[in-house]
């Protein structure tokens, strides 16, 4: 007698297509131990790294330390004359208009730190109001220097440089505290840039003057040369004798 299969090929047929069901469903299934896609791959591979940031914008290490120390200002806040070295021209020109005109050396400054359109203008001119309203009601240049300090905070973050805290801590000893923890740090020595604009203003701003000019172009310098091309001159022809 001819078995079940043999007599009836419609199922034969239903075998087939369940087996090919089966397979395609084994295909589309992935194994356990089969390697992931290679954007999953990616993912699995790439670790998250801890990275902090202190501050002033620098890059921390794993320890928790500064990647980059600070460095000192090229000049002293009462170097008023500055160094004899190429900038001793510059120097003396930051040391007189700290002096007489303190609300362009203040523009100039912030002008090299940042050169947007109109910056050195925009700080000139508030700068000149300040002073002038202070002169007449408090006889003295008291307001302008609430306005100016943030440009040393600013030249310290940008050239990763020490505040009076971290030098009182290098020299003598003091501030340690303040000095280990960043925030307390950083609100430290915005407080001492403001103190040194407040009672030294004309000092801060020459020594901020001649950090900028030795660290910074002006922006003018920056611009495409223009090429001037000279015509040359009428040549006329002698005669012969």
Excluded at 31 to 47: R, V
Excluded at 62 to 83: A, I, K, N, T
Excluded at 171 to 182: A, I
């Amino acid at each position: 007698m001819a078995s079940s299969e043999e007599s009836s090929p419609l199922l034969t047929k239903q075998n087939q297509e369940q087996q090919t069901k089966d397979e395609k469903g084994s295909n589309t299934t992935a194994k356990p131990g089969a390697a992931p896609p290679p954007a999953e791959a990616m993912k699995q591979s790439t670790p998250a790294v801890p990275m902090g940031w202190t501050a002033d914008g620098v890059p921390m290490s794993f320890l928790g330390e500064p990647m980059v120390q600070r460095s000192q200002w090229d000049s002293g806040l009462f170097s008023c004359l500055g160094r004899n070295d190429e900038f001793c021209s510059s120097d003396l020109e930051v040391c007189l208009l700290g002096s007489v005109a303190p609300c362009v050396l203040y523009g100039s400054n912030v002008e090299r730190l940042g050169s947007a359109p109109g910056t050195f203008t925009n700080h000139c001119l508030s700068y000149t109001g300040l002073y002038f309203i202070g002169k007449t009601l408090f006889g003295g240049n008291c307001l302008a220097p609430w306005f100016s300090y943030p440009s040393r905070t600013a030249i310290r973050r940008k050239f990763n440089l020490e505040g009076s805290c971290e030098a009182l801590a290098r020299s003598c000893g003091c501030c340690g505290s303040l000095v280990e923890d960043e925030i307390q740090r950083e609100q430290c020595e915005s407080a001492c840039d403001f103190a040194t604009h407040v009672f030294c203003h004309a000092c801060a701003l020459c020594q901020e003057g001649r950090e900028v000019r030795r660290r910074l172009l002006h922006p003018g310098f920056n611009s495409q040369p223009v090429l001037v091309t000279i015509p040359p001159g009428v040549q006329t022809m002698g005669r012969g004798a």
